[in-house]
């Protein structure tokens, strides 16, 4: 018995450890500037939810919504196309033997493990070359290739079948026929996934949009509500709580709804 306790024990702890962060924004919401500065544990006395709430949506006119429209259509549609140009690859994996398949396949596991700040220069470098800097195209096209979800998609592929591809291909479906109508609907689960992991990690790309958008009202909500300022410039820490818990709301809502359908998968080679 003494071993499930501990073990209950354990987990409740990294439990408390992994809650706590969103406790203390969420408090935080709660109080002004004044109150936040007696680093109290406790929400604040008296509630200032609602004037933080009011004070974020009426910032300059309703910037706020304009950094929320902003990193849905960054996220959103990134993660859309993301999606698509993985299956693609994944497909063209699956079906078809090619020359170098196996190093190609090594190469994108290696470039997997490239940290994405890593490749920021270059891009600054690549969209000033463009005349893009300062431009939605310049947050949105990077996000369009997933290194990382190619191979998750190729993993997913190779669970499909081969019999359902041969039968396919009796019946005189060609690639396009297979790939929508025998393919994807065996990988809602893996596209779900792979939606999730890429709408989150360009919802909190930071860096990159940092980098490449000086114009307020085409950043994203994560790098926006870093700037929001009192008329002398001064930071105004319980409005930047206040939206930064807006911020992880929508993904928080995201997960719940789509979390029956996550399904993490392995590589298994063929």
Known sequence: M???????LIMLIFAAYFIFPFYWLTIGTTKN?????????????????????????????????????????????????????ACMAGYAFRRYDFFGKKLLFMLILGFAMVPVF??????????????????????????????????????????V???IFNAAQIDGANDLLIFFRIGLPNLIPGCITLFLLVFVGIWNNF??????????????????????????GFPVYNLT???SFFTILPLLILFILLQK???PQLYTGR
């Open 241 to 243: 709580l206040t939206s």
């Open 161 to 163: 079948p081969e019999e």
């Open 33 to 85: 500037v004044s109150q936040l500065f007696q680093k109290s544990l406790l929400p604040g006395v008296p509630n200032n939810f609602l004037e933080n709430v009011r004070a974020i949506f009426t910032y300059q006119n309703g910037l706020f919504f304009q950094w929320l429209a902003n990193s849905f259509l960054y996220a959103g549609l990134g993660a859309l196309v993301a999606i698509i140009i």
């Open 207 to 232: 860096f990159l949009p940092l980098v490449v958008i000086n114009s307020r009202a085409r950043m994203p909500l994560v790098l926006g509500i870093t700037t929001i300022t009192d008329p002398q």
């Open 118 to 159: 890593a490749t920021t220069l270059p891009l600054f470098m690549l969209f000033r070359d463009l005349k893009l800097i300062n431009t939605r195209l310049a947050v949105l096209l990077p996000s369009f290739v997933h290194v990382f979800s190619v191979y998750l998609m190729i993993s997913y592929w190779n669970q």
């Open 261 to 263: 359908h996550f399904k």
């Open 2 to 8: 003494r071993k499930p306790i501990v073990t209950t």
